[in-house]
């Protein structure tokens, strides 16, 4: 059985935005505009991927 994954691609900049979220985009793995990097779907990457919805893109 294959683990659910989701694909995240930061899509705005963090130039501005609240040390938190720049926390929690680094979290992600993200570290660049347009990287995309794929996740375990679970609770806890769903809800950053909630905090930062403005910053990101993501697909199942």
């Known amino acids: ?3 659910k994954k989701l ?8 130039i501005g935005t609240k040390q938190p979220h ?4 680094r979290g992600l ?8 990097v ?3 779907d679970t609770p806890a990457v769903r809800g950053m ?3 930062v919805a403005y910053l990101v ?4």
């Open 1 to 3: 059985m294959s683990e």
């Open 7 to 14: 694909k995240v691609t930061l899509v705005k900049s963090v």
């Open 22 to 25: 720049r926390a929690t985009v």
């Open 29 to 36: 793995g993200l570290r660049r505009l347009h990287q995309t």
């Open 38 to 40: 794929e996740l375990q």
């Open 49 to 51: 991927i909630t905090k």
């Open 57 to 60: 893109k993501w697909e199942a």
